[in-house]
Every structure is written in structure tokens, then in C-alpha cells.
């Protein structure tokens, strides 16, 4: 039985993730019927092969991330001042609580994963909270808790399988030495053409759809963390203010943390030099122009 919370429901959220899994659906059939025409004798092990590799990333997707992101869970004891910001919220939304986690980064940010409510971890780094005043913390808590409250994080997580499986073929395929044009018969040639092509094409496919979520998944998450805790103005305040301390962070720190910004609160990198159409999260800009109308909905200065 599906868990429900006090989030405010997003229905173009809601649209949004079903139109991309079915697009990313379709798309992973049709990669996965030219790979089978292509290895027609090997067909058993695309199969298995790209089933262990999904069951694995969704399964463990709560671990990969933690790991990746050096976050060690942490109890009341140990941080009782987040785990009471935690508990309050998830009592507010009527949600079970998530485990909690600390990074320990200088890039103030925070993130939550998991692949569903019972799994799902929520991370803070430890520049996030030193920098934070309590009502801006719970701006941004409240925001990681909608993620997982809307069930996007699983969403995004088998979204982004497709890429990575498209990615991994074409290396198995650069390893077994197809790209050096020899083999037993024509058909080699032709699957060391197609192969790379057809996995780009996927990848390219995906990888612009699920930023397109990404997006807007950021946008209702900080609506939703808004409207539950009805203090836009500070969840606005921490955006503005993690964003503007990321200039201070040494760019090799921030090098390091960019491959996760899908995940994050706030991209290390806000994407000046980066198309619209790449970026994983909306502008600034656009962000504090939807908390602006939402404090001016509730009536708050």
C-alpha cells in the first residue's frame, strides 16, 4: 500500500515523471531489440546482463550514493540538533522518518536518496550546517523530504539507468576490440558502427529527458517544502545563501562534488557556462521568483 503525506500534491509533477518513464520505456525496448538483432546468438546475456545491471542500481541506489558522497549515517546522539529538525518535519508531513546522514564537506549541500520512503536517507554536509540558521536548515530538509515524499528520487534513479547502460555497452564493446575494424566477418564491421552510434543516441536521448525532470522535480520540491512549512522566505534565504557562499569553495572541492548535482540541494556548479538544456537544476532566478509568489499566495512578506 502506498504511503501518502501532507506534501501537497504535484499533479504536473506527477504527469511529468509518468510521460518521462514511458518515453524512457520505449526507448529502452527499442535499444534493447537492436541489441538482441545485433548479438542474435548472445541475446540471453544482453538480457541478463541488463537486468542485473538495473536491479543493481535501483536496489542499491541508497548505498551507491551515500558511499560515493562519503555521507556516514549519524544518530540523535550524535546530531541531535538535525535529527530534530528531521523528526519535526516528518511529523508535520505525516511521513516515516529517513535515515539520517552527514557528509563532511565544505560544499554547503544536502541531498536525499533511496527508492522509496522506507529506504530513503536524507544528507547534510557539514558546511551546509555550519552556515545554515535553523529556519533556513529546515527550508532545505523540508526540500530533500519532498523528494522523497513524491517518490521522485526512485523516479529519477531508474531514469537515469538507461544512460548508464547505454554508456557501459559501448565500453564492453571498445574492450572486446570490435572498434579496431577486425573480427571473424562483415558482421563485426557493422556491429562496431552501429553499437557506439545507437548507444549515443540513447544516451543523448535520456540523459536531455531526465534533466528535463530533474528541473522541474527542483521546482516542486521547493514549492512543496514551502507550502509545509510555510516559511518561503527562509527556504529562499538558504538558496540564495548556499549559492553565494559556492563561490568561496575551492574549485577542486567543487570539481569533486559536480558529478552528484542531480542529487543536490544546489548544483556545485550553477551552470553559467552550461546550456539551459543540460542543467540539472533550474536558475536561481527561477527558484526565488516561484518562493516570491508562493510567500505573496500565503500572504507573507
Not at 76 to 104: N, S, T, W
Not at 127 to 133: A, D
Not at 269 to 287: A, D, I, V
Amino acid at each position: 500500500m502506498a504511503r501518502t503525506t501532507r506534501y501537497a500534491p504535484d499533479r504536473g509533477l506527477t504527469r511529468r515523471m509518468v510521460t518521462t518513464m514511458f518515453l524512457i520505456g520505449l526507448l529502452y525496448v527499442v535499444f534493447m531489440g537492436v541489441l538482441i538483432a545485433l548479438f542474435q546468438n548472445a541475446w540471453p546475456l544482453v538480457l541478463i546482463f541488463a537486468g542485473g545491471m538495473f536491479v543493481a542500481q535501483f536496489w542499491f541506489s541508497d548505498r551507491i550514493a551515500a558511499y560515493s558522497m562519503g555521507a556516514r549515517e549519524v544518530t540523535p546522539q550524535q546530531a541531535p540538533e538535525l535529527h530534530g529538525v528531521i523528526d519535526r518535519l516528518c511529523a508535520l508531513a505525516d511521513m516515516p522518518k529517513p535515515r539520517v546522514a552527514i557528509a563532511d564537506s565544505d560544499v554547503p549541500n544536502a541531498f536525499a536518496t533511496g527508492r522509496s520512503q522506507d529506504k530513503a536517507l536524507v544528507c547534510a554536509t557539514t558546511g551546509l550546517l555550519r552556515r545554515l540558521e535553523p529556519e533556513e536548515l529546515e527550508g532545505v530538509l523540508a526540500h530533500e523530504l519532498s523528494h522523497v515524499a513524491h517518490r521522485d528520487v526512485a523516479v529519477m534513479t531508474f531514469a537515469s539507468f538507461l544512460g548508464v547502460l547505454a554508456g557501459t555497452i559501448t565500453r564492453m564493446a571498445l574492450w572486446s576490440g570490435m572498434m579496431r575494424g577486425g573480427g571473424r566477418n562483415n558482421n563485426t564491421a557493422i556491429i562496431a558502427l552501429i553499437v557506439p552510434l545507437v548507444s549515443v543516441v540513447v544516451y543523448a536521448i535520456s540523459f536531455l529527458l531526465t534533466r528535463l525532470l530533474s528541473r522541474y522535480r527542483e521546482l516542486s520540491a521547493d514549492r512543496g517544502a514551502a507550502l509545509l512549512t510555510g516559511k518561503p522566505s527562509a527556504l529562499a534565504s538558504a538558496l540564495t545563501k548556499v549559492t553565494g557562499q559556492m563561490a568561496q569553495i575551492p574549485t577542486r572541492d567543487l570539481r569533486r562534488a559536480e558529478p552528484f548535482n542531480a542529487f543536490f540541494f544546489a548544483p556545485a556548479f550553477s551552470g553559467q557556462s552550461l546550456s539551459k538544456l543540460l542543467s540539472s537544476h533550474p536558475t536561481l532566478e527561477q527558484r526565488l521568483d516561484q518562493l516570491g509568489r508562493i510567500s505573496r499566495e500565503l500572504g507573507r512578506p
